[in-house]
């Protein structure tokens, strides 16, 4: 299973981007796909998840901001980001897990200048 990023880049606060996560190979049709954040001495954190049944979870520091969606045909998962603050520059990093499996994508640099 691979999964490809892309969307990041440098915004400025107040701003939106997109992030895009196609996963592909041997899926489960039953997954969790989600978007994970790690900004340099910090741990990564989960930003949002959605099930392929379309239940989805945020953090409460992008809830009323972010949306996380899905398209289950192209086993691809979104991140829109707006209202974008400074403390949301990090490497946000999409999983998908099924079973006991979970696989990561690379990860894309967001930065929100002040």
């Known amino acids: 299973v691979q999964l490809q990023a892309s969307g990041g880049g440098l915004v400025q606060a107040g701003g939106s981007l997109r992030l895009s996560c196609a996963a592909s190979?041997?899926?489960?049709?039953?997954?969790?796909m989600g978007w994970y954040r790690q900004a340099p001495g910090n741990r990564r954190e989960l930003v949002a998840d959605?099930?392929?049944?379309?239940?989805?979870n945020y953090a409460d520091s992008v809830k009323g901001r972010f949306t996380i969606s899905r398209d289950n045909a192209k086993n691809t998962v979104y991140l829109q980001m707006n209202s974008l603050k400074p403390e949301d520059t990090s490497i946000y990093y999409c999983?998908?897990?099924?079973?006991?499996?979970?696989?990561w994508g690379q990860g894309t640099q967001v930065t929100v200048s002040s």
């Open positions: 959605i099930i392929s049944g379309g239940t989805t």
């Open positions: 190979g041997r899926i489960f049709s039953v997954n969790c």
């Open positions: 999983k998908i897990q099924f079973g006991v499996y979970r696989y």
